[in-house]
């Protein structure tokens, strides 16, 4: 059974950072692609950070590039998020994904979804 486990969500204050990591098990995905999205209330998923199979190719949403940064560790079956200079706006709940391909931006290419990690940026 295929399981994305997200960890490391929290409440910190504005300009704060934090880390998030996506443990994978069931199988690798290290030649799929993973992403980052977030969902706040009363708004649509969104795509925040992706990251190709090899972790040569990466893409991130205008609203958090130069602050987010997107790794994986294939060896571990891990993707993380570090999020710096946090704003009240990126609070949502944070969502790991893994695509069916080495590299993705289409929410409708990824096909496995962890359960989400709540993260709350106070003013």
């Known amino acids: 059974q295929v399981q994305l486990v997200e960890s490391g969500g929290g409440l910190v204050q504005a300009g704060d950072s934090l880390r998030l990591s996506c443990a994978a098990s069931?199988?690798?995905?290290?030649?799929?692609?993973m992403g980052w999205f977030r969902q706040a209330p009363g708004k649509e998923r969104e795509l925040v950070a992706s990251?190709?199979?090899?972790?040569?190719?990466?893409y991130y949403a205008y609203s958090v590039k130069g602050r987010f940064t997107i790794s994986r560790d294939n060896a571990k079956n891990t993707v993380y998020l570090q999020m710096n200079s946090l704003k009240p706006e990126d609070t949502a709940v944070y969502y790991c994904?893994?695509?069916?391909?080495?590299?993705?931006?289409?929410?409708?290419?990824?096909?496995?979804w962890g359960q989400g990690t709540q993260v709350t940026v106070s003013s």
């Open positions: 994904a893994a695509a069916s391909f080495r590299y993705s931006i289409r929410t409708s290419e990824y096909d496995y």
């Open positions: 990251i190709s199979g090899s972790g040569s190719s990466t």
């Open positions: 069931g199988r690798t995905f290290s030649s799929n692609a």
